[in-house]
């Protein structure tokens, strides 16, 4: 590959990572920002015609959001569960697994890489028996209120995975390397993804309880 090539692969690479970052944090914020308004606006909390009132609007639709996620996390519906255990699983994992891994790597903290004689044990291998473990369990139970449970443990181990693609991929261990911005990207664009799926997932209940509430059932005429 000549100078100019890998300069213009360099670039690309900049720009994507910050896009990628951007793209997660916003749709995160969507999630949040779109249910903090729709308790401010069903809620106790004033109409912002001030500063103050903003201000004092905004504490009490923030109480009202926290009382209302939690009680909704209790009372929503098992694939809603599955799907927000999913997403905060897997973007805490990964977020956790960097922080981790600089901390060890600039040889702050008490954690040290893990090693079996020669060989560093990567943490993409407690991650495949994570993933293993939760999906397995998942299949043989068939149990759709289990699975609401099973899949915190599977998005972690999945962030575990998705946080050295790079290394999968190049097979070296390019963590640390320019190749391994692969593996931001990845979870970058892993945690838009699931953080869609969790608004979909709301979306798709939200018209079920709308249009088929009223629809007959099997047998049953118009």
Same mark, same amino acid.
């Given at each position: 590959m000549s100078p100019a090539s890998r300069g213009r692969k360099r670039r690309r690479a900049s720009v994507r990572?910050?896009?990628? +970052? =951007?793209?997660?944090?916003?749709?995160?914020a969507v999630l949040i920002a779109a249910e903090l308004a729709r308790v401010w &606006?069903?809620? &106790?909390?004033p109409a912002p015609k001030s500063r103050r009132e903003l201000l004092q609007g905004g504490q009490i639709a923030a109480r009202e959001t926290a009382e209302v996620l939690r009680a909704g996390y209790r009372a929503?519906? +098992?694939? %809603?569960? $599955? +799907? #927000?255990?999913l997403f905060l699983s897997f973007g $805490?994992?990964?977020a956790v697994a960097r922080a981790v891994t600089h901390s060890i790597r600039s040889g702050a903290g008490p954690l040290r890489n893990l090693e079996i004689g020669r060989h560093h044990i990567h943490h993409f291998v407690p991650g495949i028996l994570l993933v293993l473990a939760a999906g397995g369990t998942s299949v043989v139970m068939r149990h759709e209120h289990l699975d609401q449970w099973l899949a915190a443990p599977f998005g972690a181990g999945a962030a575990l995975i998705v946080d050295e693609t790079a290394l999968l991929i190049? #097979?070296?261990? =390019?963590?640390?390397? %320019?190749?391994?911005v692969l593996s931001i990207d990845a979870g970058l664009g892993a945690v838009? +993804? #699931?953080a869609c799926l969790a608004l979909g997932v &709301? =979306? =798709?209940?939200?018209g079920e309880a709308a249009i088929l509430s009223g629809a007959p059932g099997p047998g049953q005429s118009m």
């Open positions: 990572t910050p896009a990628l +970052a =951007v793209t997660a944090g916003a749709t995160t &606006r069903r809620g &106790r909390a929503g519906a +098992a694939n %809603e569960t $599955a +799907a #927000l255990n $805490a994992t990964f190049e #097979l070296a261990d =390019v963590y640390w390397s %320019e190749k391994g838009s +993804a #699931l &709301r =979306v =798709v209940r939200r």
